[in-house]
């Protein structure tokens, strides 16, 4: 996404009740005892799964069994609960999100995935707190079901993924081309028995001026692959219950050219097993590297690679990496991810003629690892079926160990690793590993975003938005969007102050060109208080808003957000709309 600063919004001052003509029309002072802006995550839950040395689900512990560091410093947890999986009280939601990232796969390897995660899936449904979405992304994210237990309508939406073309396909050729271009200049250099120092430079200039362009391409396709995870992981925020995110992908880089740097070092230094050296002075003797261990380059081509490795360092993902696994953390999605076996026999030989190197360059299978093992998922990405996956996920959101960690003195924003230690020998957890303190404004601000982003809507407080007029602004190329917001008073909950009924709600606005340009997030707290003689009549009326959004013409993504602070649920209402 990109920040845009030729839009800007504004609320009208103007803010009336439909039908609740006894209700407060202006903006009302805090009632006493009320706190307006409350911070949202006070106690962080970190769900645990112990699992024996078979893989099995451990019961019985107590928090005693349990020891908690925050950034290296123990900490006591101020909750502890076990959840099993035969609890007849246990009734937590289970979300499962089935990802497809067709940008980085190809259709032979999607469909078998389709296939083998389909099989398992009525086997999963058994559990009744089992909600299933299908997701796919391919030049953005995309929800193709959202959350159902109906297996049917499940069923037809993982068929119409089925047999199409994906991203990945089309950017499998260019994508060799890149690799190999780099691999073919590597390999002349290790198949020649003898290089002069004019060639051996030229040789290597070749090869870097290869490696910057390739660190160059991927380093932005994987980032922009990373963006649309993170913006879906946001939608999944304001869920209520256990959240697995399925991540079924070929792979992305996380550090492109990680692994043939090694073997370029290795080629440099001598440590690779090459016979004799590659290079030869002016004296007759061998240049670079240790004498009788191969090294092929002198001192200024060593120092050379060393540049390009510096270079390169602003081309790996591991930030972005890093960002994403501490917020899926903070909302509490668990990620696990999935490489597809090859799709076919033909698929699998064509992509294998000429990539002896492939994993030279680098390693597609590393991500997937961090993402999932960083939020206490697990990886599979040996090539092998997929079959099986899903129950073995499931499973750790059924039987897990809660433990609440205090919030209270962290700043919002701030960052906190985590560490937990079982007593015991033989026993492994599973846990998220990191945190990120989100407060009212910054969780519904994200939700909105990533939600005008996917295009998705979970409307329960049954939003609706109507636009009044479209004002140009003189000399510029810009428009006053009048618009009104209103809802049913009833869809949100309301506490007694001193006899008057008052919401801890509010409300967001964000909005998004075709070009993925945005406004910055404007909030407006709903100043709602209601006399207890009015209830009855309040709660049969809408409460209704108006703003006033000054955007570009041309077609634009609108999100509504609201937040209901005291029932600590959340809606998001998504739209289109051409400013013209």
Known sequence: MKNSKRTGLAFLSTLLLLGAGALSAQQPAPAAGVVQETVDVEVVNIDVRVTDRQGASVTGLTVSDFQVFEHGSRVDPVNFYEVVSDDPEASTPIWLTLYFDQHNMLSANRDRALSELEFDLPAVLEDRRVRVMIAAHDQEPRVLQGFTRDWGAIRSALGRLKGQGTVGDAR???????????????????????????????????????????????????????????????????????????????????????????????????????????????????????????????????????????????????????????????????????????????????????????????????????????????????????????????????????????????????????????????????????????????????????????????????????????????????????????????????????????????????????DDALTAAQHLDVPLQVPAESLAEALESHYRAGLRVRLPAGRQRIALGLWDQTARAGSVLTDALTVE
């Open 172 to 514: 499998d050729g260019l994508r060799q081309s890149a690799q190999l271009s780099v691999t073919s200049a590597f390999q002349r250099m290790r198949g020649s028995d003898r290089l002069d120092r004019q060639n051996a430079a030229l040789s290597i200039d070749a090869l870097l001026g290869e490696m910057r362009t390739y660190a160059r391409e991927i380093y932005a396709d994987s980032e922009s692959s990373f963006e649309a995870l993170g913006n879906f992981v946001r939608t999944l925020s304001w869920l209520e219950g256990r959240k697995a995110l399925i991540y079924v992908s070929d792979g992305v880089v996380e550090r492109p050219l990680g692994s043939l740097m090694e073997h370029l070092q290795d080629l440099l230094t001598g440590s690779a097993t090459t016979a004799g050296g590659l290079v030869e002075n002016r004296s007759g003797g061998l240049a670079g590297g240790t004498p009788g261990t191969g090294g092929v380059f002198d001192r200024n081509a060593s120092q050379e690679v060393g540049r390009l490795q510096q270079e390169v360092e602003q081309y790996r993902a591991t930030a972005t990496i890093r960002a994403i696994i501490a917020e899926a953390n903070t909302y509490g999605v668990t990620l696990f991810a999935a490489k597809p076996p090859p799709g076919d026999a033909a698929t699998s030989a064509r992509r294998s003629k000429g990539r002896g190197a492939l994993l030279e360059i680098s390693d597609y299978r590393e991500a997937l690892h961090g993402l999932a093992e960083g939020t206490g998922g697990f990886a599979r990405t040996g090539g092998g079926s997929l079959t099986g996956l899903l129950p073995q996920a499931v499973g750790g959101m059924q039987s897990y160990y809660s433990l609440g960690l205090s919030a209270g003195d962290k700043a919002e924003g701030e960052f906190t690793t985590i560490e937990v230690r079982v007593k015991g020998r033989g026993m492994n957890a599973d846990y998220r590993q990191s945190y990120i303190k989100k407060g009212v404004r910054s969780r519904i601000s994200e939700r909105a975003l990533a939600a005008v982003y996917v295009g998705e809507s979970d409307n329960s407080h049954r939003m609706e938005v109507s636009v009044d007029a479209m004002i140009p602004v003189e000399g510029e190329d810009l428009f006053d969007v009048q618009m009104w917001i209103e809802f049913p008073i009833n869809s949100v909950e309301l506490f007694e102050v001193d006899g008057v009924h008052t919401s801890a709600t509010r409300l967001v606005v964000v909005a998004m060109d075709d």
